[in-house]
């Protein structure tokens, strides 16, 4: 096999549509989503105020931010599925995707300090509040949460839907605490039980921030998906592959897995070269890379001498 017959190919069967309808359906998701969770704040706002609850005014406010949370998720998804086609993106606009996550992620930040503040203060000078209304609303909060759990599972969730998934559950959390905290306050009268609930609201919200914030960071600083040592050594096991040299895999959002990888070969024609990039191509998609470049080149016999020589 000359060097002219190296060959370096992409998968040519491969669907350049990135998952459309996928991102059709999360947009859908979050913006349902998105609208439950503001008329949910609206309500624990005003119950909030009305009623005197610190922990009820967190979970509003919680609840304010993944809303807002969901509906810059719902934009990057829609816009991502709008506006993405053409030569102009190599692989379309999902890199908004892990951005608005990461965004969504910095969003919590400043709440979790408002809550905190709020909760020492009424620990220090704990205020009455009224347990009856305070309880319905609370468990009208929770129901919305439910609900929108409801609308997001099913199928494989985007990085942007496990983001308001963790919100959820927080949120859902919140609201059992609230109701919890006060019936508490209404069988004993400790007030204190309020503020302490708020702080441990604000603990999850936190854990809610870190997952999200790590997920999107791994994509935006490139940490591969892909198990390297096993897929390196099932790519060594195919017929006609001699060594891999390189293999890299990034992703551009939480549901396109792009690889490259250099390989050497013994193949001795074009046919058999195309078979054994079939047969790569068929390894990586087996382990989740949904778009592939493999580049094969002959085993040569002063291929280490060589690489040695010419290290950078």
Not at 106 to 117: D, E
Request: hydrophobic share 45%.
């Amino acid at each position: 096999m000359t060097d002219e017959e190296s060959a370096q190919t992409d998968d040519g069967a491969h669907d350049h549509s990135h998952g459309h309808g996928a991102s059709s359906t999360s947009s859908r998701k979050l913006a349902a989503v998105s609208a439950i969770n503001l008329l949910g704040f609206v309500a624990e706002l005003a119950g909030g105020l009305l009623f005197g609850s610190v922990a009820l005014l967190s979970d509003a406010f919680h609840m304010l931010f993944d809303a807002l949370a969901y509906v810059m998720a719902f934009a990057a998804a829609y816009v991502a599925d709008r506006y993405g086609e053409g030569d102009r993106w190599s692989y379309g606009l999902h890199r908004l995707e892990p951005l608005a996550a990461f965004l969504n992620g910095l969003l919590l930040l400043p709440m979790v300090g408002f809550i905190l503040w709020e909760s020492y203060q009424r620990f220090l000078d704990p205020v009455a509040i009224s347990t009856g209304p305070t309880l319905v609303i609370a468990t009208g909060g929770l129901l919305v949460n439910l609900g929108s759990v409801y609308v997001l599972q099913g199928g494989e969730m985007s990085l942007n839907e496990r983001g308001a998934f963790y919100h959820l559950l927080g949120d859902a959390g919140g609201s059992i605490a609230v109701i919890v905290s006060t019936a508490v306050i209404e069988l004993t009268g400790v007030r204190i039980v309020d503020p302490i609930t708020a702080g441990l609201i604000a603990v999850v919200i936190t854990w809610s921030a870190g997952k999200v914030l790590r997920g999107s960071g791994a994509i935006f600083l490139h940490r591969t998906p892909l198990e390297q040592d096993t897929v390196r050594a099932v790519l060594r096991e195919i017929d006609g592959v001699t060594a891999v040299d390189d293999l890299h895999a990034w992703q551009v959002c939480s549901q396109i897995t792009i690889a490259t990888a250099h390989l050497e070969t013994d193949a001795e024609t074009m046919a058999d070269a195309e078979a054994v990039t079939r047969r790569v191509h068929e390894e990586l998609a087996r382990h989740g890379v949904d778009h592939a470049t493999v580049e094969l080149c002959p085993s040569y016999g002063d291929r280490d001498t060589h690489l040695n020589e010419h290290a950078h």
